[in-house]
């Protein structure tokens, strides 16, 4: 299995920055989660009334290198920060994908009695879709650590989370690619979205030598504080700054929706 599949984990920190526990597959939680999708790990975290944690992998499994692309499901995870006690279930992700590995959670908040609203993502039907759901933990069925709900085994023997559209946010104008945080305002009835701006810079690369230069295409030496571009290994002189009007600049947004009933 690839190392860079186990970098998932999450921390217990004091006042002062210090770690006092660590958690990661294998390490308190499921060691199946070692199975995410590169770049698909907990994208989102919250509290629920009982102080239970709550989190997410953010896409379907990877199990054995096999179901990234077909398993109906990713896994929503409740840890008791006090027994240590972690439960898992199924969230079953939407049919309008391409194949299931284009769906992305991008954040959860709990509303109470083991209900919360997620945030799912992705190209449906030939569109992006940004939609928030309410789902309800109560009548699901808890998940063993293994892959049998990755390879569809469990398809007809377990009842998932239950999900209710609350709103599709590209109904009232949200145009950005990406929505990743997510909380619900003390009257109950209004929701905060945040976009992630995927730190809203690009680089711009200026080397007399190479006409549209990449940074991608350099090596950089952090002995010599050098720079080689590709092959060549004779060294370019490069300035490096950020591009202005890029498309990948994004300004941070916050949108608020009120709904007309209390969550």
């Known amino acids: 299995m690839p190392e860079i599949r186990t970098a998932i984990s999450?921390?217990?920190?004091?006042?002062?920055?210090?770690?006092?526990?660590?958690?990661?597959?294998?390490?308190?939680?499921?060691q199946?989660?070692?199975?995410?999708?590169?770049?698909?790990?907990?994208?989102?975290?919250?509290?629920?009334?009982?102080?239970?944690i709550v989190t997410f992998v953010q896409s379907p499994l990877d199990v054995?290198?096999?179901?990234?692309?077909?398993?109906?499901?990713?896994r929503i995870i409740k840890l008791n920060p006090n027994?240590?006690?972690?439960?898992?279930?199924?969230?079953?992700?939407?049919?309008g994908y391409k194949n299931f590995s284009a769906a992305k959670l991008g954040d959860i908040t709990s509303i109470g009695n083991n209900q919360f609203l997620v945030i799912e993502q992705g190209k449906q039907n030939g569109a992006m879709q940004n939609l928030i759901y309410k789902i309800d933990l109560n009548n699901a069925t808890p998940i063993s650590n293994n892959g049998d709900l990755e390879f569809g085994k469990l398809d007809n023997s377990i009842t998932p989370v239950k999900k209710e559209l609350v709103l599709n946010l590209r109904d009232y104008g949200w145009n950005i690619e990406k929505a990743e945080g997510l909380t619900v305002l003390p009257d109950r009835q209004t929701i905060a979205v945040v976009n992630d701006n995927d730190f809203g810079i690009a680089v711009k690369v200026d080397d007399p030598q190479v006409k549209d230069a990449q940074i991608e295409d350099y090596t950089y030496n952090a002995d010599t504080?050098?720079?080689?571009?590709?092959?060549?290994?004779?060294v370019h002189k490069v300035n490096i700054g950020l591009k202005q009007n890029s498309p990948t600049e994004r300004e941070n947004q916050i949108w608020f929706f009120k709904l007309n009933h209390k969550l």
Not at 64 to 74: H, N, P
Not at 86 to 92: H, Q, R
Not at 225 to 234: E, G, I, L, R, V
């Open 32 to 52: 199946i989660i070692a199975d995410r999708v590169p770049n698909r790990g907990f994208e989102g975290i919250t509290i629920d009334d009982d102080g239970n």
């Open 10 to 30: 999450g921390l217990k920190v004091d006042a002062n920055g210090n770690i006092l526990e660590k958690y990661g597959p294998g390490m308190g939680l499921p």
């Open 225 to 234: 504080h050098q720079f080689t571009y590709k092959d060549d290994t004779a």
């Open 64 to 74: 054995d290198g096999k179901t990234e692309k077909t398993a109906k499901y990713t």
């Open 83 to 95: 027994t240590k006690a972690v439960t898992m279930y199924a969230y079953p992700v939407d049919t």
